[in-house]
């Protein structure tokens, strides 16, 4: 598999909007990881992802589900089957891994 394989490469959208590409590298359960590549979109969302990093680092995990929320209810996560129902997502620079659960309904 190559990193440009369109199986690997997953999309956080806010509407219609490509925020940035997952370039899944490596899938150990049950998170999978990979490369980050952002989009301009991006700058209008990292500070949360930093926050939300910064809140597990300390780990102060209820102030974490709150600011993760955020997160969850702007953006969507895309698999190449489609959006998933639910996902927690970390992004640290270019790297993100991240867990999902379920294709949406649509």
């Not at 590549?37 to 939300?52: G, M, Q, R």
């Not at 600011?67 to 996902?87: H, K, M, N, Q």
């Amino acid at each position: 598999m190559t990193d440009l394989d369109p199986d690997r490469v997953w999309r956080l959208m806010h509407g219609s909007t490509l925020v940035g590409t997952v370039h899944v590298e490596d899938s150990p359960m049950p998170w999978l990881r990979g490369r980050f590549v952002p989009e301009p979109a991006f700058s209008l969302f990292k500070s949360w992802f930093d926050e939300a990093n910064a809140l597990v680092e300390a780990e102060e995990f209820e102030r974490f589900d709150d600011a993760y929320d955020r997160i969850e209810d702007a953006l969507t996560l895309v698999s190449p089957s489609g959006p998933v129902a639910d996902f927690l997502l970390h992004i640290d620079q270019d790297r993100a891994w991240f867990r999902w659960d379920g294709i949406a309904a649509e």
